[in-house]
């Protein structure tokens, strides 16, 4: 080991958890923030639902639109007369699972394109980097318009649609990464005692390229769920009973002077998750990215 | 830099190729069609409805009609739309002007804002200004747009009456100011999320900028900070925003659609998304396909200008 | 408020001021246009077809009756008024002979077309001949197909056989409007004519300009051969989205809110805005829970039946639709002198409804859904997604089918998908839609309920519940040959009944729209006989 010396940059991400980006983590108040945020909506929606009197389900069609406050309803009713405040959690649940799921499965889809062609190089490379550029060249709106007109709109279905349109960027950043790390001199040294290809992606290259990974999985979890409300804002969306934030934000867009609660519920919900999973990205960029050692 | 031009033309035509072919494919084998609007008229039967797919000629098989669609494009016939019977691009050149006015003062508030926001936030790194910034830029780009288009109407064209509630001009007006009062609104609510895009980007652009070598020996050889600030950071700051800029172009076309339906703008937004929903193909390929071009025109053309910006850059 | 009649107070002064200074020949023509001035309408969709017999929406037509004019037109009460032709061929006045064949329609006199040639019976050979011509692309051709040996016999008599009798013919010439033989007749191709983008009508509004995406504007056309118009010019405004077309009434922008209207939620605020009228308009479109029957589980009346039972339609209208359609039993709209008003009221009774599904055999499995024979009660229920208030509906009925055992499933899809294949090839189970069942004012529904018209299985039609019953095949088939309005008025009385025990669909109620305009404006005067309420701009006037 000795006779190369070992270029490895510091394992960002693999090793992130006893890592200085860790701490360096954990002065950025705003990640913190977000952090705590987030934990805190996620135990509400999982618990939440269970605590509350009333079902998401349970219509009462004469006592609807009963302001925040009343009686056992704490954020008050909707249209149909539902329990806004288990509504919104459920929807929650959803949301954030749609968010987490497509971010999950685009960064898989992004990860294994961008280490094939920053690995291999050569056509294989120009073939995958083509296809992803001409998916950039799509408005995002027309691949998700079109896909959903081909299947239909459960939570699943959504989740995989987000996926299908939001893996490009990961795709080259990953590529962009790889290329730079390949010619290391700690990849050059796996190459040359005969590790495999496979060996080399995925325990050499990968970790390495793990932070950047990171940040743009956790922003996408962000875009993810507002493309979901967008979806739905355009009635493609998670299809009734089963609530969703976007599709709670559309169906109260026509109360919104009547009855605001039920634009400004979900609408607030969207906004904090979001900004919450955005202050945890830009940490974590803060973090895991070294030149931000600089002054 | 001939070749260079040669080889992205290669690259370029063969990328409008890809997503000529993707796009085509999606629109035709999704189920459904164009005919389906008028399968609620009174009295419409299936007789009629197959006598006019066969006159608009949808039922020929899918590569004849792609070929004859990307045929008629080469030699500049881009079809016709299925709605109105114009051609595409004149239908396109119709809506062009709204988008790109709409565009044009939306990155106006957008860049300026952006990048004070950007360059003061940069330069007093953690002050209170700074944190607010990045606050408010995350916020920003989490509230979604359709929401915050519609509370903006509510508040401005409702309850206080100071701006209209839509539409680009009064039909019999369209004087200078007129257009101008229209614009506000969905120009400051399609900027929103720019701002907020930009000033971050400018941040940390700026921060780049300022730990590279050539700032510390420019402060080092004695040049006056605001001098620095100016003839160096900010100028080298801006040359990864041209690329930005660039590759923001696809995204001006999604943006601009849900500002477009709140506020109803006649643009190319809405022209896509009604063109989607009546699966007039001919546009939607023909929008599609003027945004691709677009899309590698713009970072052809960042490329060039970064090239022509930086002179560490060569093209090849 | 103030704000808008300030600027509507404006536009007429300057139409005024404008008047005194146009010549004196000129003004003693627009003096015939007591009043003047425009109207802004706001539809939320887009009138984009100019030409009246190409595939269009009913948006177009709300430009087609203005611009163009049939032989006759039908009136609110559903009594034909002539237009182009002198008087309205039938049966007594000769105009239509007994076995109805031959038919003979004497043409209005000085009519000019907006170019100013006269309209004479070549103009009307032209369009009849047109819908039948196989390289025109016209929309629909059912009568026109029967349509033979048209001849001029002059320039303002024109006469024409019809392969076999179709009562229905009258209602369908209400909407063909006569289109010119001078222009459209003269291009290569009607189908990509410029006139299709500059159309040349005898209406009482000629083509002003179409801003793609925004508006078309019509100006008046001082030389209409009828009453009107009475305003200068009219604008039809595109605004997509119904909450803003609805603040955009609110606020003034548009003077009349056409087209998808009013949400329902919104009466209450609407009525209490200053200097608007609101307008509940009946229309002729039927709402119902529709059934594939050739699905297992509804091939079984009892189900049906059961389903009707559980079918809260006056809770549905009361709290989604807040009490303003009203429920019906029948497919045909109330104002027609064909509907039947006295079947039987199906009562809502979640118990009469589990006692029919018990009795047939349906019993609750492990999970608590019904099965018969191996065939669960469990089905997908699809609209338009993004129909808030369909949307509304089908979970609130969602929950009482639930009560009875019956499991439903919402599957919405967007609307080029749901009414495509998936609804003219029956690919559904069931769907909630509103349809406009007669043609025009006529009761001939064979288009719906013929067993030949059922596209699934090859027919022609859209008789998408795959509803199958000879004596209702044979009934609709004498109804259509018979030009009497009393025997038929017990022709289509037989068919509602029967259609009522067999429920291929289950109808909830008929639609009511929601329509505005600002206090002042006069002859807005929606009419259930045609779709769309901007059909007599011609009478329209500022007070």
Known sequence: ?295 | MATFLLRRLGHSLLLLVLVSIIGFALLNLAPGGPLSQFALSPGMTQADLDRIAEQMGLNRPLPVQYLDWAGGLFFGDWGASFRDGRSVLSVISGHLFATLLLMAASTIISVGLGTLVGVLGATRRYSLFDQLATVGAMVALSIPTFWFGLVAIYVFALELGWLPAGNMYTIGDQSLGDYAIHLILPSVVLALVNVAIWSRYMRSAMLDVIGQDFVRTARAKGLRSQRVLWRHIIRNALIPMITLAGLQLPTLLSGALVTETVFTWPGMGRLFLDSLNYNDYPVVMGILMFTAILVLLGNLAADILVAAVDPRVRLE | ?543
């Open chain 3, 1 to 543: 408020m103030i704000g808008n009649l300030t600027r509507r107070g404006m536009l007429k002064t300057g139409a005024a001021g404008l008047t005194m200074m146009i010549s004196s020949g000129a003004a003693q023509r627009l003096s015939a246009q007591d009043g003047g001035g425009q109207v802004t309408i706001g539809f939320s969709q887009e009138p984009t077809v100019m030409n009246p017999h190409l595939p269009h929406i009913e948006v177009d037509e709300g430009i087609h009756f203005n611009l163009f004019d049939p032989l006759f037109t039908i009136r609110t009460d559903g009594s034909f008024q002539p237009a182009l032709a002198r008087e309205v061929p039938t049966v007594e006045n000769g105009g239509i002979s007994e076995d109805g064949l031959s038919w003979r329609v004497l043409l209005r006199e000085g009519v000019t077309w907006h170019d100013g040639t006269p309209f004479t019976a070549e103009d009307v050979k032209f369009t009849l001949e047109l819908q039948a011509d196989p390289a025109f692309n016209a929309m629909r051709r059912t009568g026109h197909e029967l349509v033979r040996n048209v001849q001029v016999v002059n320039d303002h008599e024109i006469t024409w056989e019809m392969e076999s009798p179709f009562a229905p013919y009258p209602s369908i010439l209400a909407w063909t409007f006569i289109v010119p033989a001078h222009i459209l007749g003269e291009a290569d191709d009607p189908n990509t004519a410029p006139f299709n983008n500059s159309p040349v009508g005898t209406g009482a509004f000629q083509f002003g300009e179409r801003v793609a995406g925004n508006y078309v504007m019509l100006e008046a056309y001082p030389d209409y051969w009828g009453e009107g118009p009475h305003l200068d010019r009219a604008i039809w405004r595109y605004i997509p989205d119904m909450t803003v077309l609805y603040t955009q009434f609110r606020t003034g922008d548009i003077d009349v809110i056409g087209l998808q209207g009013i949400p329902f939620d919104r009466l209450d605020q609407a009525e209490g805005l200053d200097d608007r009228e609101i307008v509940i308009a009946p229309a002729a479109t039927v709402e119902s829970f529709t059934f594939n029957m050739e699905r297992p589980q509804f091939k079984d009346p009892a189900v049906r039946q059961a389903l009707y039972h559980a079918l809260d339609k006056q809770t549905i209208i009361d709290a989604i639709y807040y009490g303003i359609p009203k429920p019906t039993e029948t497919f045909l709209p109330l104002q027609s002198p064909y509907a039947k008003t006295d079947l039987e009221t199906v009562e809502y009774s979640l118990d009469r409804a589990r006692e029919i599904l018990d009795e047939a055999g349906w019993v609750p499995g492990d999970d608590g859904i019904r099965v018969k024979d191996g065939v669960r009660l469990a089905f997908t229920n699809s609209t338009t997604a993004g129909n808030s208030v369909r949307e509304q509906t089908q979970q609130f009925v969602q929950q009482d089918f639930a009560d009875i055992g019956v499991e439903m499933t919402i599957s919405n899809l967007p609307p080029a998908v749901m009414w495509g294949e998936y609804w003219m090839q029956s690919q559904f189970d069931s769907v909630i839609v509103g349809i406009n069942f007669p043609t025009g004012a006529d009761p001939d529904v064979s288009n719906y309920l013929h067993s030949s018209s059922i596209s699934a299985q090859g027919g022609a039609g859209q008789n998408t519940w795959q509803y199958s019953n000879p004596r209702v095949d044979e009934l609709l088939e004498e109804g259509g040959r018979l030009f009497v309005t009393d025997e038929r008025k017990a022709i289509y009385d037989e068919v509602q009944q029967i259609v009522h025990d067999d429920l291929p669909f289950l109808p909830m109620f008929q639609y009511m729209n929601l329509r505005g305009h600002k206090t002042g404006l006069e002859g807005f005067d929606p009419n259930v006989n045609v779709r769309i309420e901007t059909w007599n701009v011609a009478e329209w006037r500022w007070a």
């Open chain 1, 1 to 295: 080991m000795t006779a190369i010396p070992d270029t490895r940059p510091k394992m960002r991400g693999a090793r992130f958890l006893q890592s200085r980006g860790m701490r360096r983590f954990f002065r950025h108040k705003l990640a913190v923030l977000g952090l705590a945020m987030i934990t805190l909506i996620a135990v509400a929606c999982i618990v939440g639902p269970w605590l509350l009197p009333h079902d998401m389900l349970d219509i009462d069609i004469r006592g609807r639109f009963s302001p925040p406050l009343t009686d056992t309803y704490l954020f008050g009713t909707d249209e149909m007369g539902r329990d806004l405040a288990a509504r919104l959690f459920m929807a929650g649940r959803v949301s954030l699972m749609v968010g987490v799921a497509a971010m999950v499965l685009s960064t898989v889809v992004g990860t294994v394109i961008g280490l094939l062609a920053g690995h291999f190089g050569g056509a294989l490379s120009t073939a995958l980097m083509r296809f992803t550029d001409a998916f950039l060249c799509f408005p995002q709106i027309f691949l998700l318009l079109a896909l959903a007109a081909f299947l239909e709109p459960d939570a699943m279905m959504i989740t995989i649609i987000i996926a299908l349109t939001s893996w490009m960027e990961i795709a080259r950043i990953v590529a962009a990464e790889i290329r730079s790390l390949r010619e290391r001199d700690f990849v050059t040294a796996a190459r040359v005692s005969g590790a495999s290809h496979a060996w080399i992606m995925f325990r050499e290259l990968l970790p390495n390229a793990a932070g950047p990974i990171i940040v743009a999985a956790t922003l996408t979890v962000a875009r993810a769920i507002l493309i979901e409300a967008y979806v739905s804002f355009l009635g493609y969306g998670i299809q009734p009973p089963l609530p969703s934030w976007g599709n709670m934000l559309n169906n109260a867009q026509q109360y919104l002077d009547s009855a605001p609660w039920l634009a400004i519920v979900p609408g607030v919900a969207i906004t904090l998750a979001v900004t919450s999973f955005n202050f945890i990205g830009d940490g974590l960029r803060d973090a895991l990215d070294a030149r931000s050692d600089m002054p």
